[in-house]
């Protein structure tokens, strides 16, 4: 029997630090929700504004799996692994901070914000070695095509991480249907709608709404007007 729950743009957590303006969809910093804190292994799922030439200082993470990907602007980053890079809009970066690790995260420019959504999940194996990748994506793959850029297997399309589970970036025309079957039985559903309005089995997403949905093998996407939206498959036991 399919389960679902929405999370509509206005029910999220929200902080403005001036430099920072952060949405929350689940129970992170100053914003507790007992009914948010994580859906399976998804734990953060950030909606991030960083002003120009503003960030993060160096701060530990460990034993979680962080994705980020930058929907606007550029993030320069820095970590105690040695990498230096920028992450750009059409990147997607993943970092295994496993045993430990110390990083830092600005907007390099001094003319315009950057925009990004930082994505935790738990790993399925504890006290990796700590690891770094950044890719750039193929945008003409997301339209109208369900995208892949995250996998368990480092032989796979996009980036990897210790866990079973697949991230897709897509941009549909309206009218675009597609269904998506899931990579792993017992796995859920979490569609973030980036922008537009779409239709997930029967459930409608305005912009930053999300559905998570599971007890289900396969998923049917329409988009009602042209839109962008991120699909992760997670497993829902942790």
Do not use: C
């Not at 709404?209 to 939206?229: K, M, V």
């Amino acid at each position: 029997m399919m389960k679902t729950i929405l999370h509509t743009a206005d029910s999220r957590g929200h902080a403005n630090h001036g430099w920072l303006n952060a949405y929350h969809s689940f129970s992170f910093a100053n914003w507790y929700n007992p009914d948010r804190v994580q859906f399976g292994a998804l734990r953060v799922l950030n909606d991030d504004t960083i002003a120009a030439g503003m960030g993060f200082g160096t701060h530990p993470h460990d034993n979680m799996e962080i994705i980020t990907i930058p929907l606007e602007g550029d993030l320069a980053h820095k970590d105690s692994m040695g990498n230096a890079s920028t992450v750009k809009s059409g990147d997607v970066q993943v970092m295994s901070a496993g045993t430990g690790i110390f990083h830092s995260e600005f907007n390099p420019n001094d003319d315009q914000h950057t925009k990004l959504f930082q994505i935790w999940l738990f790993p399925n194996k504890r006290n990796v070695s700590p690891r770094y990748q950044q890719i750039t994506l193929n945008k003409t793959d997301q339209k109208n095509n369900f995208s892949q850029i995250l996998s368990p297997n480092p032989e796979d399309e996009g980036v990897w991480i210790h866990q079973d589970a697949w991230f897709y970036l897509s941009e549909f025309d309206a009218g675009t249907t597609k269904k998506l079957t899931l990579k792993k039985v017992g796995n859920g559903f979490y569609i973030m709608n980036i922008e537009g309005k779409i239709n997930v089995n029967g459930q409608s997403l305005d912009k930053r709404d999300a559905l998570g949905i599971w007890e289900i093998e396969q998923i049917e996407i329409t988009a009602s007007t042209d839109a962008r939206f991120l699909i992760m498959e997670i497993p829902m036991n942790v």
